[in-house]
């Protein structure tokens, strides 16, 4: 299949969407991301025009007008079977009246809290498939805003990122300690973290600034850390602590119903974490008994404990981790979610994904042009029954300078577009 991937400007679920692309691509479908990214800097740069607040708003909104018609001329280019959009994508209503009409299935992956993040209410019924990270409650007040094809759909790692890493004795100092916190600072963490600083600790992540008793311990001066480091964080870290975040300082432990993409990807990477227990967990991984696939803590106040056992006790840590990693691995997978996701599509909407009927991109050519076809399919990593329409694509998203045969499968995909879908 097709799918078209629309990314957020920024924000959390901006690498998810990117691990569901890879993982699309994995399962074996034809996958192109809007990359909306590309558009933060100048949406962000009308802030310094200084104009009065519903100015602001008004020039913001036509912005994001403007990133939706681009991602419709996308839909268009593409023609894809399936639009998979992630939390906060630049999809407006109108944009997704317009894909309903011309009949293209859009998908929403809501991988936030619902109870912060409220725009779901607006948006959730223009999709034709909703996924969430909560159950419940969640699906409930979706059915009652008429949403009928809504799934739970909890979050995951994506190995080919999230995995055990051999670290240079340098990336062991920068990146290691005893215990490590990566992560936004939320008013839970700030007030939670002040009972960790008799330990080898750090901290990494944003929104750290103006507490005084952390600052020594915040790295990197509370810049955005690359999922990259990320990974090398996990692995040089012993003791890997993961608070779910609360805007409530005084509910430091809530026992919340969704659990983060940190608690999939430490594991992931085989490394050991202290988890904050949560509601669906135990659907998810083994929390208590000798074969516990996680660490898990009901409270701060047993924090400093577990923290100061599983230091002592380095090869229980080692057992748990291996445990918890296997979890992932076999279950837990970016490219298990998409599959659960478009088999749940199918199931819903009888004769999905449309065939499409398309000869071999070499057919009906003379023999020595087929034969040159044929080794850029080789080259593209294609079959050799791939359909024309599949192999402009790929040519497409090539980087660099095109070749002569390249060039040529373009200018015959205008000319087929201007004159025979024109008649």
Not at 1 to 8: E, G, T, W
Not at 36 to 50: E, G, I, M, N, V
Not at 287 to 311: K, S, W, Y
Not at 355 to 369: F, I, Y
Request: aromatic share 10%.
């Amino acid at each position: 299949m097709r799918v078209l991937v629309v990314l957020p400007l920024y924000g959390g679920s901006l690498p998810v969407g990117r691990y569901c692309a890879g993982a699309l691509r994995e399962l074996g479908h034809q996958v192109e991301v809007f990359e909306a990214p590309d558009f933060y800097d100048s949406y962000r740069a009308l802030k310094s025009l200084k104009v009065t607040s519903d100015r602001l708003q008004y020039l913001e909104n036509s912005y994001l007008q403007v990133v939706g018609q681009a991602i419709l001329a996308k839909v268009e280019t593409f023609e894809p079977d399936l639009v998979l959009a992630m939390a906060q994508a630049p999809l407006s209503i109108q944009a997704l009246k317009r894909l309903k009409r011309d009949g293209v299935p859009t998908a929403m992956w809501f991988v936030e809290d619902y109870r912060l993040f409220t725009y779901w209410q607006a948006y959730a019924q223009h999709y034709d498939f909703f996924a969430v990270i909560q159950k419940d409650e969640f699906l409930a007040q979706l059915q009652q805003l008429g949403v009928e094809k809504s799934l739970y759909l909890p979050l995951a790692a994506h190995p080919e990122v999230h995995k055990r890493l051999e670290l240079l004795s340098a990336e062991r100092r920068k990146f290691g300690s005893d215990v490590s916190f990566m992560g936004a600072g939320y008013p839970n963490r700030r007030m939670a973290f002040r009972d960790l600083v008799r330990f080898d600790f750090k901290i990494w992540g944003t929104d750290w600034d103006g507490d005084a008793i952390l600052a020594p311990y915040v790295q990197m001066d509370g810049a955005r850390v690359s999922s990259e480091d990320c990974v090398r964080i996990f692995n040089a870290t012993k003791v890997n602590i993961n608070l779910h975040s609360s805007i409530q300082a005084r509910e430091l432990v809530t026992g919340g119903d969704f659990v983060n993409p940190r608690t999939f990807e430490v594991a992931a990477c085989g490394a050991f974490q202290l988890v904050d227990r949560r509601g669906l967990m135990a659907e998810l991984f083994v929390t208590d008994g000798p074969e516990a696939e996680l660490a898990v803590f009901d409270d701060m106040a047993e924090l400093p404990g577990r923290i100061e056992h599983f230091l002592a006790h380095p090869e229980e840590r080692v057992a748990m981790a291996k445990r918890g990693q296997a979890r992932v691995l076999a279950e837990h997978t970016y490219a298990a979610r998409m599959r659960t996701l478009l088999d749940f599509i199918a199931t819903r909407k009888p004769g999905w994904p449309k065939p499409r009927v398309s000869a071999a991109a070499s057919q009906g050519l003379p023999p020595e042009l087929a034969t040159e076809i044929d080794a850029l399919l080789e080259r593209l990593g294609l079959p050799a029954d791939t359909g024309f329409e599949d192999l402009v694509w790929a040519v497409r998203s090539q980087q660099g300078k095109l070749g002569g045969l390249d060039a040529a499968v373009l200018f015959l995909d205008e000319w087929r577009k201007l004159y025979v879908r024109k008649g």
